[in-house]
Nanobody, 118 residues
Framework: QVQLVESGGGLVQPGGTLRLSCAASGSDFSIAVMGWYRQAPGKQRNFVGQITSSGEPTYRDSVKGRFTISRDNAKNTVYLQMNSLKPEDTAVYYC????????????WGQGTQVTVSS
């Protein structure tokens, strides 16, 4: 069993920055992919970006050049650096972790609110 704890959400003005963190904890597991999704009110949950165990990131088009995903494998933590935030980035952001050991399994964080507003 893996537990995920997210932090870093909040209220920020347009053009501002936020950094989200998601730490995974448990015993005897390996992580393949770590990523972020977001869900705005009344909308479905959408992919934001992810990073593989080898450090290769991918992003949705609307955040490319503004958001950066990184991970610290020693700490089992993934980060989402969000720059030049826009009102349309407002959503609950969820961390997603896919383990490769002991089994292939997907875990979700509890979500953290990001609000971009003046």
């Amino acid at each position: 069993q893996v537990q995920l704890v997210e932090s870093g959400g909040g209220l920020v003005q347009p053009g501002g920055t936020l950094r989200l963190s998601c730490a995974a904890s448990g015993s005897d597991f390996s992580i393949a992919v770590m990523g972020w999704y977001r869900q705005a009110p009344g909308k479905q949950r959408n992919f934001v970006g992810q990073i593989t165990s080898s450090g290769e990131p991918t992003y949705r088009d609307s955040v490319k050049g503004r958001f950066t995903i990184s991970r610290d494998n020693a700490k089992n933590t993934v980060y989402l650096q969000m720059n030049s935030l826009k009102p349309e980035d407002t959503a609950v952001y969820y961390c997603k972790v896919v383990t490769s050991r002991p089994t292939l399994f997907t875990y979700w964080g509890q979500g953290t609110q990001v609000t971009v507003s003046s």
